[in-house]
């Protein structure tokens, strides 16, 4: 489950500040009956939006820098002491830039979107690995159905490589979930959401959307447990 809080601000009619935090909590079962567990929070997020190009038709373009910064842990333990695996940490561990180029348009029923970016590791963390980088593109298209509530569909991929060196504090001959070759996967999925907007009362200005999003194809780099459904239920306030 993951928890995330963000809050944003435009400095300029060019520039916008984003910033970002996630507060994770991990759980894997194991056969044999164990549990490991891990919560806490995640990397800090920090962005910059710089609005590339506007048309007079509805649809601009914008760029984001982003770096996440190791706020995470990556010294998550298991009762018994020993280390989690990389899945179970909760960042990590170095700095990463988060690049990325959007294409937004927008009619009075329709807006649609798309979005290439990445996840880029900066050197090794303490414990001489890195995750492995991210690929990431975004194709997606709403509809509106009333002055307040609009539908939307969209189709994510992702590709990530595995973990570049090793975290020895792992007895990676224990579990996939230990192994650095085991991690990072090649991910299609699907998405619909549902947004709704305030516009009048108390809560004018407020919106809340639920999306629901599930793979249509993946493929796992050596041993891994498969992504299954996600649902995302979003709060946000602007003015």
Known sequence: ????????????????????????????????????????????????????????????????????????????????????GYGMQLGSGTYDFHPAVTYLAQTDNYSYGAQLGGVLGIGENDQDYTLGNKFEA??????????????????????????????TRMMKMMSPALNPNSQGRDITTFGLGLNYYFQNGGLSGHRLAAEWETPIDQKVNGVQLELDSVWTLGWQYAW
């Open 1 to 84: 489950d993951m928890h995330t809080f963000g809050t944003m601000y435009a400095i300029s009619d060019k520039w916008t500040l984003m910033c970002m935090l996630n507060y994770l909590d991990n759980e894997m079962s194991m056969q044999n009956g164990n549990k490991m567990e891990s919560s806490g929070l995640a990397d800090l997020k920090v962005a910059g939006l710089y609005d590339l190009a506007q048309w007079d038709d509805g649809r601009r373009m914008h760029l984001n820098l982003g770096l996440s910064l190791p706020t995470g842990s990556i010294d998550e333990k298991h009762t018994n002491g020993n280390t989690l």
């Open 138 to 167: 975004s194709l997606w298209g709403a509809r509106k159905i009333t002055e307040s509530l609009s539908a939307s569909a969209k189709f994510d991929y992702s590709s990530q490589s595995e973990v570049d060196g090793e975290d």
